[in-house]
Nanobody, 114 residues
Framework: QVRLVESGGGLVQPGGSLRLSCVAS????????IDWYRQAPGKERELVAL???????HYADSVKGRFTISRENAKNTVYLQMNSLKPEDTAVYYC????????WGQGTQVTVSS
């Protein structure tokens, strides 16, 4: 079954860190690069970072130097290490493969606030 499960979000103060996890079913994970997206209230979903099946990475300018994406193939898992978090990073974070998308997971809420 095609499935994506995100976890690891929470409430953190500005400057803090979180690590998000995305577990993808094998049919999604094995042959695709995996993307992390986020959607803030009232805004469109935006691409944050991606990692290819060979491990190459790409980041949105807004998170470059603060976020790191990685993958653990044996666990069908992609991680997003988020450091130096800012209030503008507050959003629901989702993972998915490139378009055509798999069914979206529930996402994980990240709130950066003092």
């Amino acid at each position: 079954q095609v499935r994506l499960v995100e976890s690891g979000g929470g409430l953190v103060q500005p400057g803090g860190s979180l690590r998000l996890s995305c577990v993808a079913s094998g049919t999604i994970f094995s042959s695709n690069h995996i993307d992390w997206y986020r959607q803030a209230p009232g805004k469109e979903r935006e691409l944050v970072a991606l990692i290819t099946s060979s491990g190459s990475t790409h980041y949105a300018d807004s998170v470059k130097g603060r976020f790191t994406i990685s993958r653990e193939n044996a666990k069908n898992t992609v991680y997003l290490q988020m450091n130096s978090l800012k209030p503008e990073d507050t959003a629901v974070y989702y993972c998915n493969k490139p378009f055509p998308f798999a069914p979206w997971g529930q996402g994980t809420q990240v709130t950066v606030s003092s």
